[in-house]
């Protein structure tokens, strides 16, 4: 069975016009996924796509968007406030779970560090909260905290434990992407587990790279 055959059918990138979304929007596209970029101001910026408008912080519009959907990339940005943090990654995650099918794959973009609070408090404890909301959902479910994203590195290392501080070892967003197209074709093996995403020299065999992670408590 090839890669193409094994991805989901239909996949929505929430916030695929982002710096991060468009690196996910990618990856989907390039497993064979029809993909349906959902963002405030959406863009078709892949021919391979559909824009839809709309805000993770509406539950009308994500159930507009998400009806029968098999997989979601919840990739959003929000404002640098403790309010708009909350509602974007904590409340946008309530709303996902309330609207997307049962049996969907919802994958959530989170962020290297997110469990140092001595950098970016409030931002990592929403993200945080948003990751904890989806593993207690009982959903199946991907999380994936990418590094710093660059140009330029070839290719990519996992990691779980959140060991970041203050190191980089960036990863381009050609690595992103193949990370998405990975998870979502190899669902079982990355089902249930988080794992944080670096540049190295070194190409990954995602599939196996993938299946080694453990599983979250």
């Known amino acids: 069975m090839t890669e193409i055959e094994r991805a989901p059918q239909t996949v929505v990138v929430i916030g695929g016009n982002g710096h991060l979304g468009r690196a996910a929007t990618k990856g989907a596209a390039d497993v064979g996924a029809h993909v349906t970029v959902f963002s405030r101001n959406a863009r078709r910026q892949d021919p391979r796509t559909v824009a839809v408008s709309g805000s993770i912080t509406r539950v009308d519009d994500l159930r507009r968007v998400l009806d029968g959907v098999q997989a979601v990339v919840v990739s959003v940005e929000a404002d640098w406030t403790a309010p708009g943090m ?107 587990k988080t794992f944080e995403l670096y540049g190295a020299d070194q190409q990954v065999d995602w599939s196996r790279a993938l299946k080694n992670l453990t599983r979250d408590e």
Do not use: C
């Open 86 to 192: 909350q509602k974007v990654y904590v409340e946008g995650m309530r709303n996902v779970l309330a609207t997307a099918p049962a049996d969907a794959h919802i994958v959530f973009m989170g962020n290297i560090g997110v469990t140092d609070d001595s950098r970016m408090p409030e931002y990592n404890r929403a993200k945080r909260e948003a990751e904890s909301l989806l593993r207690r959902s009982g959903r199946r479910y991907t999380v994936l905290r990418p590094a710093w994203i660059v140009s330029g590195t070839t290719g990519a290392k996992l990691e779980q434990g959140d060991r970041y501080r203050g190191r980089r070892d960036d990863v381009s967003s050609d690595q992103l992407a193949k990370a998405i197209g990975a998870i979502l074709t190899y669902a079982d093996d990355s089902a249930g």
